[in-house]
């Protein structure tokens, strides 16, 4: 009889998978991949066998990948608040048998250097989300495909993205009314990205994103977060050539839920800007979008975001003048949470 882990990547197994559900938080609304990537996008996307749309599917899981770029433009999934966490070991990552490996980023490209830690293999959909409740096991195991991760900086991966993944968790588990959840989540690729020194063909996404959709006692909401890795990146000399200097204009406007993320001040943004800047459609009928303080220039919160993927104390600096008007606002005891907390969700 198979094991789980041999379930989990078996071929015969694999394309069996159902995938995302789009009705998944109040069996109605119809929150759909279709829409999400252009015209021009879904010719990235791989054949896939036994799957015509070119979808991977896993269990609670769907990725859009980007063959071209050999990253998912997304990966979607569910969670149940009330699923009770399974524990299961990590296993190393494997290709997806149902794509060809020419397509897919694999250990050897993560052992170009051997003297440094220098990329982590970063979930997009995270092992801890998935592995949850039925087959939580199994789907655990399914999140250490390679076409469900990304390079990530170990400051990155380790640190605030893994602490946006708890609080996405422990969100769903305290939402009153409803504790479903959907989740998309992937790197912003622009034709602009840098190359990887070790590997100048390969472009190296500097911004993630997650988009969170619930169902709070005022309706259906979706919001976003945006998080970079690029100033770590630059500190350790990744980069095949300096990349150019982005110039954002704008302002941000007003928020209702999900205010209780320490650094939601720097990291939350408003989906039609993260839709400008990724070129994914991420909106649906019937969900409202929390709409993000006007306090905020986009120049400062971009800034606070390359800050935060620096060391600790960079972020440290960093974090004050953003969470309030000045440095000077911040009050001791606010800065003493702000440096407990950091040490918490920082390695």
Known sequence: MPTQKELAFAKECLVKCIGYLPKFIDNKTNISLDNILSQAMKKALPKVQQNNKGVLNYDNLSILYNAKRKVPFLSAYNIDGTDKPKQSPRPPFQPDPRIPLSVQLDKPFYDLRTDITEFEIGHMASNNEMGRGKNGIIKAFQTFHFTNSVPQAEKLNAGLWKGLESYVIREA???????????????????????????????????????????????????????????????????????????????????????????????????????????????????????????????????????????????????????????????????????????????
């Open 173 to 347: 588990a305290t939402v009153k009314n409803n504790k479903r959840i959907c989740v998309f989540t992937g790197p912003v690729l622009t034709n602009k990205d840098p190359g990887y020194v070790k590997d100048p063909k390969f472009k190296i996404p500097l911004l993630f994103f997650k988009v969170v959709v619930f169902l709070s006692p005022k309706g259906l909401f979706s919001t976003a977060f945006l998080m970079s890795h690029e100033k770590k990146l630059i500190e350790d000399n990744m980069f095949a050539k300096k990349p150019p200097i982005r110039r954002v204009r704008g302002l941000m406007e007003e928020v209702g839920f999900f205010t209780d993320f320490p650094y939601r001040k720097i990291f939350q943004v408003n989906i039609p800007f993260l839709e400008k800047q990724t070129g994914l459609h991420l909106s649906w009928s019937g969900v409202k979008q929390i709409v993000v303080p006007r306090e905020i220039k986009l120049v400062e919160k971009i800034k606070g975001i390359k800050d935060a993927a620096g060391a600790k104390e960079a972020i440290r600096r960093g974090i004050a003048p953003i969470m309030r008007t000045t440095a000077a606002d911040v009050t001791p005891v606010e800065l003493a949470t702000n440096n407990y907390l950091l040490d918490m969700i920082l390695p």
